[in-house]
């Protein structure tokens, strides 16, 4: 009788403080802002802000990894992309990288997950260095074990683009790109396994959501289905969110190359809290919404894992700290941070799970979940420093005034090619048309 009562308290104990030990959801910490806190106030604001035990970086900036030294925060860091292709052939140089990049932390600093590259096989301009992925990650790992370091998981960040078609309708038919099924996935697989590592991947519902909002209900997207269901044909599980789809895509993706047991990791994933006018849904009511749903998924214990998953527990990291209003793209790319660059919260997050769904301030109501159907123009941002110092933006003979005509022309055109209106903060969108006199701009009615 002792003896089992013993044995209960043991399992409880073991089971609370392991559950204690996984920092279950933790935060992408993104650079690319002119105007962000220095590397230790940001850690600071994770810490004690946001509440997240966890955080992922994009390279290995000495700065922020001294910065994060007996925090107690863990750390996933990462080999740059550009240094892959080098360190494939050259042992020499993986042990370099870990000796200058990762022992002078290693003590103090919870580094747990090391990333070779962000999401290569996504860039068909790294098609020249996909071979040689795989075999990077295994010299870092021997870099590692070199050095007897063995609680740091060698991995690499995929997103949904690694699929064949992106697809994951129905999550069963989820398979690897053919072009990298047999020559580098197979592979990454057998070291992720050999190595008890993770498949990091990178999924945003919204994005998936977004391309197609007539076909896909917002409210599954946003966890907050109520009603609609959807159930793979090929194996019967019921599906009540998108993004367990996307998990489960993968799952089945590794499960016909013989990997069927590979955890995941939700390596990034976010909605965007502002957009421009042809960016449907980005708004502080559904980035608040999703993120606090993603929380209470990948906190809930016991865990309750996907559909082809129960139970599995899943660690995940959001994106991102702070709106980077240096990132490229369209405008929600510079919108995906849960704080403003001066540390306020764009809308009440708690990353420990711990905050009780109720009794936060209302969320402002979305304005964007329909499709804009307006003439929208590309113009010159007014902040007309940036184009010519001192002069005035109202004259329609500034050089504001062409800019802003070239810029709609230019857009109008290459928009189809992924064009943003954008250009380092140039140009911005408009639904006032700019047009004066005879001059009439070219507009984009979607
Ligand atoms: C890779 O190696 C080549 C040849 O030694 C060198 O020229 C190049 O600068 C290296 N690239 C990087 C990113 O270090
Ligand atoms: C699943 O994949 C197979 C083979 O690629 C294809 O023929 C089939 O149409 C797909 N099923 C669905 C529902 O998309
Ligand atoms: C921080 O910045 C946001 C966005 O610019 C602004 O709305 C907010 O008032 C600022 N908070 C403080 C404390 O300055
Ligand atoms: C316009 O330019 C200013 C100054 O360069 C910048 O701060 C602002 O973010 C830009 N606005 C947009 C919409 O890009």
Known sequence: MGGLLHLLVLSFLLYFSRAEATSAVGVNYGQLGNNLPSPPDTVQLIKNRLSSKSVKLYDANPQILRALKDTGLEVSTMVPNELIANISADQALADHWVEANIMPFYSGTKIRHLLV?????SDPANRWFWLKLVPTMRRIQKALKKHRIRNVKVGTSMAIETLEGSSVYPPSNGSFRSDILGSVMKPMLQFLSETKSFLHLDAYPYFQWAKDPEKINLDYALFESKSIRYTDPGTGLIYTNLFDQMVDSMVFAMKKLGYPN???????TGWPSAGDYDQIGANIYNAATYNRNLVKKLTARPPVGTPARPGWAMQGFLFAVFNENQKPGPTTERHFGLLYPNGS??????????????????????????????????????????????????????????????????????????????????????????????????????
């Not at 590979?262 to 390596?267: S, V």
């Open 262 to 268: 590979i955890r995941i990791l939700m390596a990034e």
């Open 345 to 446: 919260k764009v809308y009440e997050i708690d990353l420990s799970g711990k905050m009780a769904s109720s009794g936060h301030e209302p969320l402002p109501s979305p304005t964007n979940n329909k499709p804009y159907r307006g003439p929208i123009w590309c113009v010159g941002n007014k902040t007309c420093e940036a184009i010519r110092p001192g002069k005035p933006c109202h004259n329609p003979d500034s050089l504001l005034f062409h800019a802003s005509y070239a810029f709609s022309s230019y857009w109008t055109q290459f928009r189809n090619s992924g064009m943003s209106c954008f250009l380092n903060g140039l140009a911005t969108q408009t639904i006032k048309d700019p047009s004066y006199g005879s001059c009439k701009f070219p507009s984009v009615t979607h």
């Open 117 to 121: 590259g962000n999401e290569i096989l």
